[in-house]
């Protein structure tokens, strides 16, 4: 018979290996995305770019690609996740929301209701405004009706939420405004926005530190159709955009710095951005290093299939256009820029509104008309909206001047402005983007529509996302992958 000792240590034992063990290896043990990725042409069987309402992102979602284990990972439950955020912020967007022309309510509208309605004018910036009619030349991307939403409590992911919690206080700014980037340790750096450099806060959250950088765990996919100035199709792109965030994770393990190197290095994320079509591009693959350091120009390598070579890209020069896109360098994601106090400085400022902004979508049900190339069942919504101007005080830099759309409960940018340096409107970016109640994260989801108001021409985009464990040596292997 065994003795009490030896039952007691044999139980002991069971419970580490049945129990405990599992638990620590978890985290470890997450499955690559690469394991269960669907392939860049997999989005054209859930939605097509044109004439589709169908609600895509009901089946283009983490939920069916994801494994159970890694779903169960990224999901939280919605009611507490608003809990922690609007314990971050310090307010819920419907609590701020319907002081201005509180007679328009929720319900469905048209472009000649907004041209009847002088209050609409008040309640929707002036760009967008003017988007609001029947579609045409020159450009794609008009909205001719819309409908009214009640404003709702958005939130991120209670990781975020709790770590932004947890290191508030701890991100410092120099006299000048600028971010001593070595005092960031995750989350949102100031998720109460106030003071003498309030503006920059705000510019840091939404442009430097994106927590939806955090889906930056994951692969993204786009189909882009550009159009000319008479909405003649000249572009047809098909790619993918692979993630990896290497400092302030709290989503996906591992957190905090994803490795020794991203922390001895100040590395922020890396992407591997693939090309599969037009077949002259076909297997063009772009591996790029993101640096915290504003003064460290990221790194870039490009794979050429045609020459079965990689090259080095120089990214000191970031004002340069992309492959037949309207937006250079400095526009990726809506803002890639560095904010330097030596390169391209700006000079901040920020004032509070409401209006009225397309809402972020959550089934995908938008779509765009192939006749006139509208933007179709869109969604707005009141939202309290910080508009940051950064006016820029070097006069070699491409843009005068940048006005951002940004969600005071969410830093999330709904729209942005560029002008040239003669003051005129050169290129705007339009993007709602996905955001997921189940998870509390944006991504990249619905329509993204790009404009060059000087050259009239349009880019639409279908973008999805799904999330999954990204490492540094999947960033580099994937360079030469969509070339086979």
Same mark, same amino acid.
């Given at each position: 018979?065994n003795?009490?000792?030896?039952?007691f240590f044999?139980?002991?034992?069971y419970?580490?290996?049945?129990?405990?063990?599992p638990?620590?290896?978890s985290?470890q043990?997450v499955p690559?995305l690469t394991s269960?990725?669907?392939?860049p042409h997999?989005?054209a069987?859930?939605?097509?770019?044109? %004439?589709?309402p169908?609600?895509?992102?009901?089946?283009w979602?983490?939920?069916a690609?994801c494994?159970p284990?890694?779903?169960k990972?990224?999901?939280?439950?919605?009611?507490?996740?608003?809990?922690?955020?609007?314990?971050v912020?310090?307010?819920k967007?419907p609590?701020?929301?319907g002081?201005v022309?509180?007679?328009?309510?929720?319900?469905?509208?048209?472009?000649?209701?907004v041209?009847?309605?002088?209050?609409?004018?008040e309640?929707i910036?002036?760009?967008?405004?003017?988007?609001?009619?029947?579609?045409?030349?020159?450009f794609? #991307?008009n909205?001719?009706?819309?409908?009214?939403?009640p404003?709702?409590?958005?939130y991120?992911?209670g990781?975020?939420?709790?770590t932004t919690k947890k290191?508030?206080?701890?991100t410092?700014l120099?006299?000048?405004?600028?971010?001593d980037?070595r005092?960031w340790?995750g989350?949102?750096?100031?998720?109460?926005?106030?003071?003498q450099?309030?503006a920059?806060?705000?510019?840091?959250?939404?442009?430097t530190?994106?927590?939806d950088?955090?889906?930056?765990?994951?692969?993204s996919?786009g189909?882009v159709? #550009?159009f000319d100035?008479?909405?003649?199709?000249?572009?047809?792109?098909i790619?993918t955009?692979a993630n990896v965030?290497?400092a302030?994770r709290?989503w996906?393990p591992?957190?905090?710095w994803?490795?020794?190197?991203?922390?001895?290095r100040?590395e922020?994320?890396?992407?591997?951005?693939t090309?599969?079509?037009p077949r002259?591009?076909?297997?063009?693959?772009?591996?790029?290093?993101y640096?915290l350091d504003p003064?460290?120009?990221d790194?870039?390598?490009?794979y050429?299939?045609?020459?079965?070579?990689?090259?080095?890209?120089?990214?000191?020069?970031?004002q340069?256009?992309?492959?037949?896109?309207d937006?250079?360098?400095? %526009?990726q994601s809506g803002?890639l820029q560095?904010?330097?106090?030596t390169?391209y400085?700006?000079?901040?400022?920020?004032e509070?509104k409401?209006?009225?902004v397309p809402?972020?979508t959550?089934?995908g049900s938008e779509?765009v008309?192939s006749?006139?190339?509208?933007?179709?069942?869109?969604k707005?919504?009141?939202?309290?909206i910080?508009?940051?101007k950064?006016?820029q005080?070097d006069?070699?830099?491409?843009?005068?001047?940048?006005?951002f759309?940004?969600?005071?409960?969410?830093?999330?940018f =709904?729209?942005?402005?560029?002008?040239?340096?003669k003051?005129?409107? =050169?290129?705007?970016?339009?993007?709602p983007?996905?955001f997921?109640?189940?998870q509390?994260?944006f991504t990249?989801?619905?329509?993204?529509? =790009?404009?060059?108001?000087v050259d009239?021409?349009s880019?639409i985009?279908l973008t999805a996302?799904?999330?999954g464990? =990204?490492?540094?040596?999947?960033a580099?292997?994937g360079?030469?992958?969509?070339?086979?």
């Open positions: 018979m003795s009490f000792k030896e039952i044999t139980l002991i034992a419970l580490f290996v049945v129990l405990i063990l638990l620590s290896l985290a043990e690559l269960y990725m669907k392939g997999e989005l069987k859930h939605k097509n770019v044109l %004439d589709d169908k609600p895509y992102l009901k089946t979602s983490d939920k690609f494994p284990a890694v779903y990972m990224i999901s939280g439950d919605p009611a507490q996740m608003k809990t922690v955020w609007a314990e912020v310090g307010f967007a609590d701020v929301v002081k022309h509180p007679e328009i309510k929720p319900g469905k509208y048209t472009y000649k209701d041209q009847a309605n002088p209050a609409f004018k309640l910036w002036p760009e967008l405004y003017n988007r609001i009619k029947p579609g045409g030349p020159p794609a #991307g909205i001719p009706e819309f409908e009214i939403v404003t709702k409590q958005y991120w992911a990781a975020i939420g709790e290191n508030a206080g701890k410092k120099d006299s000048k405004g600028y971010v980037f005092t340790e989350g949102f750096p100031f998720p109460r926005p106030s003071g450099f309030k920059q806060q705000i510019a840091y959250n939404a442009l530190f994106r927590r950088r955090e889906e930056g765990n994951g692969m996919y189909h159709l #550009g100035r008479n909405l003649k199709k000249d572009m047809d792109n790619y955009s965030a290497l302030g709290a996906l591992p957190y905090g994803a490795d020794g190197e991203a922390k001895s100040g922020l994320a890396m992407m591997t951005l090309m599969y079509t002259d591009i076909a297997g063009m693959a772009v591996l790029t290093t640096y003064n460290k120009a790194a870039a390598v490009m050429v299939p045609s020459l079965r070579r990689v090259r080095k890209l120089s990214t000191t020069d970031t340069d256009p992309i492959m037949g896109q937006l250079i360098y400095d %526009d803002f560095k904010l330097s106090p390169r400085p700006y000079k901040y400022e920020v509070e409401e209006y009225l809402a972020p959550i089934d779509y008309t006749k006139g190339l509208e933007l179709r069942n869109v707005m919504e009141r939202r309290p910080y508009v940051l950064m006016t005080t006069p070699n830099y491409v843009y005068s001047k940048r006005v759309y940004v969600d005071r409960e969410t830093f999330q =709904y729209f942005v402005e560029n002008y040239d340096r003051g005129r409107l =050169y290129r705007t970016f339009y993007g983007g996905q997921k109640p189940d509390g994260m990249w989801g619905g329509y993204l529509v =790009y404009r060059d108001h009239l021409h880019n985009v996302s799904i999330t464990k =990204y490492t540094r040596n999947d580099v292997a360079l030469t992958k969509g070339a086979k």
